[in-house]
């Protein structure tokens, strides 16, 4: 089944404009539990309330504030903050083209799909000269009331765009702690070495699932058809204090039995 667009844009640099429509690349499959009454299994209502009376609050009496510094509640009215939503604009533009892999993870956010609009001859062109000169774009725009970063790819003759938090929201690596402590002997880095080798392998994405979900999709699976869920008991690791060396031995031969095997 053919994937449908979320929203449709134009790639603007240098007066080159590149008709685009965007696809989500990501899929929440989180478990979305109703909250039920108990009694009877009548859906329940969140309701505003205040703490102080245990009244509930119509939502025509509800304002927005927010604490500054002082201490004082600065109050927004929603026709202020209708005010500051940006232009709307079809525009995604693109700011620079930069070396790939020049921006680190924790810039990244929410990957989408760019398809073309159109005949395509732009996009395929645009797709083209980034794989040969190993860029990728720095671009921004507006899709829904918000203002977005974001950095566009190729990938396999496809455009990607990634929404990248804002230089506010990235934490600076400087301000985590370095290791300290001894360094590694020669036989233990050797030894960590081969651990890691014998771990070297392809990434498949089929191998790792979201297990919690899976449990709480059979549970309820299992209760549907009436039958009783037999639940496991997660096994215990008893763990011991064993020397560097001792410890890296250990999981080279737990490796290597699981790879005879």
Do not use: C
């Amino acid at each position: 089944m053919a994937l449908r667009s979320i929203w449709k844009g134009v790639i603007r640099f240098g007066g080159v404009s590149v008709p685009v429509k965007l696809f989500s690349a990501v899929e929440d499959r989180k478990v979305h539990f109703r909250l039920l009454h108990a009694s009877d299994l009548t859906p329940v209502e969140q309701r505003m309330v205040d703490p102080r009376t245990g009244k509930t609050i119509p939502k025509e009496q509800i304002r927005r504030g927010l604490e500054v510094e002082t201490g004082d509640i600065v109050m927004i009215s929603p026709e202020e903050l209708e005010a500051l939503v940006p232009v709307p604009s079809r525009d995604i533009e693109i700011t620079r083209f930069i070396e790939h892999g020049r921006v680190n993870y924790q810039w990244y956010d929410r990957p989408y799909f760019l398809g073309p609009d159109g005949k395509g001859e732009q996009y395929q062109a645009l797709a083209e000269v980034l794989a040969k000169e190993q860029r990728q774009g720095i671009a921004r725009w507006t899709m829904r009331k918000k203002r977005y970063v974001g950095s566009l790819h190729e990938e396999d003759g496809l455009l990607k765009l990634i929404t990248l938090r804002f230089a506010d929201e990235v934490i600076d690596a400087r301000a985590i702690p370095r290791p300290e402590g001894r360094r590694f002997e020669p036989l233990e880095l050797r030894m960590a070495e081969q651990l890691v080798n014998a771990l070297a392998g392809d990434f498949e994405p089929t191998e790792y699932r979201d297990e919690y979900r899976h449990r709480v999709m059979e549970l309820v699976n299992t209760k549907a058809l009436g039958n009783v869920y037999r639940f496991e008991k997660p096994k215990q690791r008893r763990s011991k204090i064993a020397s560097l060396a001792d410890t890296l031995e250990q999981s080279l031969n737990q490796i290597r039995k699981q790879h005879s095997g």
